[in-house]
Nanobody
């Protein structure tokens, strides 16, 4: 069964850090680009970061550039999102997604999606 499972979401104070994990099962992440997205209540889903499968290059939205870092560990079949200097506006459900396609991040469509993990930034 193909599955992506996110974990690591939590309640954190402004300025704090979290590390989200995206674990794949039923398929190998080696040949998939992985994206992280978020959706806050009443807002559209937003692409946050993406990492290529071929060269490992990463893409970040302007809203998180310099604060978030995406990484992948193909041996662990997982991708991570390190989030530092968190702000209240980072509060959202965070999703990971995988796509097997040529080209480079960011992608418009993805093959598989996780169910999300809640990140809340509040004092």
């Amino acid at each position: 069964q193909v599955q992506l499972v996110e974990s690591g979401g939590d309640l954190v104070q402004p300025g704090g850090s979290l590390r989200l994990s995206c674990a794949a099962s039923g398929f190998k992440l080696d040949y998939y680009a992985i994206g992280w997205f978020r959706q806050a209540p009443g807002k559209e889903r937003e692409g946050v970061s993406c990492v290529n499968d071929n060269d490992g290059r990463a893409y970040y939205s302007d809203s998180v550039k310099g604060r978030f870092t995406i990484s992948r560990d193909n041996a662990e079949n997982s991708v991570y999102l390190q989030m530092n200097s968190l702000k209240p506006e980072d509060t959202a459900v965070y999703f990971c997604a995988a796509v097997n396609a040529g080209g480079s991040c960011p992608f418009l469509t993805y093959d598989y999606w996780g169910r999300g993990t809640q990140v809340t930034v509040s004092s």
